[in-house]
């Protein structure tokens, strides 16, 4: 399922706390496709208390806690990373990460947490939801086979990359606009993982991310950006976007484009991409000022001179995954969307 989808799918089981309708969850998928993510933006967007427990750096007693003799009897200590309402609150999500590399003495004390909500005398808070996230066995990770008991307790997701949503997010967390540009060009390496080679650095959404913050750090020492890129993403994949941001010297004038000068849109396919990335750009950061409906008006009248209609449908769409339904209320829009009426539009 793709990220936009699991993460309403995690929303709505979040809220279903209270009503007593949660169903613990189960993501699974590759490493670094955003897993454990998705789940920390379920908790930032409520602000509530996210307790990540990595089972595959825990043994049983850390779960079960430790014994202790009270007269002529045995009591469990209650380990204090686990949730606890006085303390964390009455509200907030268990993330239960790494769960298939746990051991399976761990798995097995981890049984009646997930599905009672308990373990001996110890209870959930009421209000907390339980997620879990793993990756699969032939993801060449350390992982065990997970026990059918244990299963049976999660809904089962698996998490698919899909590069609308990346570049959604992407825009929103103020990724490089030559990242996603690039991305947009090459959309087959957003996640380029073979487990057969046991790749060390590969092209991954997290590690665009890395990738990002490599760029910006070393952009002013070319003699050490592009080891940097391919230390993020991989060999091949860090030597295209090199190649691909050094191209970018050739880019029009994006001040006048916003302005609404008549621009020539480049020839050059790549530089079509960036160009289209960065106007999105351009739009994003005029919302809090006085030209934003101008340029964005601007920018509708740049996508239609793109000779490839789809290109500028693919600049608009992700214009309004950026900044929502203001794009609507300017009145070029109605002159783009009449101009590529026969051109669908994928949400």
Request: charged share 20%; aromatic share 8%.
């Amino acid at each position: 399922m793709r990220p936009a989808l699991l993460l309403r799918v995690l929303e709505r089981e979040f809220a279903s706390t209270p009503e007593g309708h949660h169903t613990p969850v189960m993501l699974w998928g590759p490493p670094g496709v955003g897993k454990s993510q998705m789940v920390a933006q379920i908790a930032g967007r409520h602000q509530v208390p996210l307790i990540d427990i990595r089972l595959s750096q825990m043994e049983p007693s850390d779960l079960r806690g430790i014994p202790f003799r009270v007269e002529n009897r045995v009591e469990w200590a209650i380990p204090a990373l686990l949730p606890d309402a006085a303390r964390h609150g009455p509200t907030g999500i268990l993330f239960l990460d790494e769960i298939t590399s746990a051991p399976p003495a761990v798995s097995a004390a981890a049984y009646q947490l997930i599905l009672d909500r308990r373990l001996g005398e110890y209870q959930v808070p009421a209000h907390w939801a339980i997620f879990a996230a793993g990756n699969r066995q032939g993801d060449r990770g350390v992982t065990y086979s997970m026990p059918a008991p244990l299963a049976n307790r999660f809904s089962h997701f698996e998490v698919e990359t899909h590069l609308d949503d990346w570049v959604a997010w992407a825009y929103r967390s103020g990724i490089d606009e030559r990242v996603i540009a690039f991305l947009r060009f090459r959309p087959e390496l957003l996640f380029d993982f073979d487990p057969a080679h046991n790749p060390v650095a590969f092209p991954s959404p997290r590690s665009w991310e890395f990738a990002h913050r490599g760029l910006k750090k070393f952009e002013d020492h070319p003699e050490l950006l592009q080891g940097t890129l391919q230390a993020c993403v991989g060999p091949a994949a860090g030597i295209e976007l090199t190649a691909f941001i050094n191209s970018l010297d050739q880019m029009p004038d994006l001040d006048a484009i916003v302005n609404g000068d008549p621009v020539p849109v480049p020839r050059e396919i790549d530089l079509q991409y960036a160009v289209a990335a960065a106007l999105v750009g351009r739009a994003i950061r005029a919302q809090d000022s006085d030209r934003r409906d101008q340029t964005i008006g601007n920018i509708l009248r740049y996508a239609n001179r793109f000779p490839a209609r789809e290109l500028g449908v693919m600049l608009v769409s992700d214009l309004h995954r950026a900044i929502g339904n203001r794009v609507f209320e300017v009145p070029a829009f109605a002159d783009w969307a009449q101009a590529v009426a026969d051109v669908m539009l994928f949400e």
